[in-house]
């Protein structure tokens, strides 16, 4: 007996993502004004193939299920490939950003809190521990979308698990890491 593979809008990323962008202590109103949303930007190396081909499958089964919202009141569903997708090069579209080379991206964001655990699946209340940079992998799913006027395939945040430590962006060092290699050599330059 041979199990059909159901494809599924909903995914987990590779244990190597690593999260910029990260946005998951408390929402941030958009550039533009709106509701404020949980977001993060997931870099997946592009080594990382099996990642990518689940997020390929997830996004054609978004559009397959949401054909009808893309279609609207037009006569006819726009092809996949001329609506805009979250799948995005690293190479081509972040050039000179050592974060984002020889990786893909896509930004998922929430109206919802996500669900944040650490390698022990224990939830992470300790907010300093979640910063641009760290690694891991999202739970995300994907959904058409048709609003003003604009069509594609969009990315929802779920849930995030922190694996490890990493590189913190955005200029933003950790007080760990800038106190950890002082020397004690000038503890007294009172006297």
Known sequence: MSKESKSTTKI???????????????????LG??????????VIPKSDAVTVAKIRAA?????????????????????LEDLKTPLRDGDRERKGDPVYANSWFLNANSTTKPGVVDKDLNPILDTSELYSGIIGRASINFYAYNSNGNKGIAAGLNNIQKLADGTPLGGHS??????????????DFLS
Do not use: C
């Open 12 to 30: 987990v990323t590779g244990k190597h993502t690593v999260m910029s962008y990260l946005t998951v202590n408390e929402p941030k109103v958009p």
């Open 33 to 42: 004004g709106g509701t404020p949303k949980y977001s993060v930007s997931l």
């Open 59 to 79: 996004i054609q089964a978004a559009y397959e299920e949401g054909k009808s919202k893309l279609q609207g009141s037009g006569k006819f569903v726009p092809a």
């Open 174 to 187: 950790r007080a760990e890491d800038d106190f950890a290699n002082e020397d004690d050599e000038d503890d």
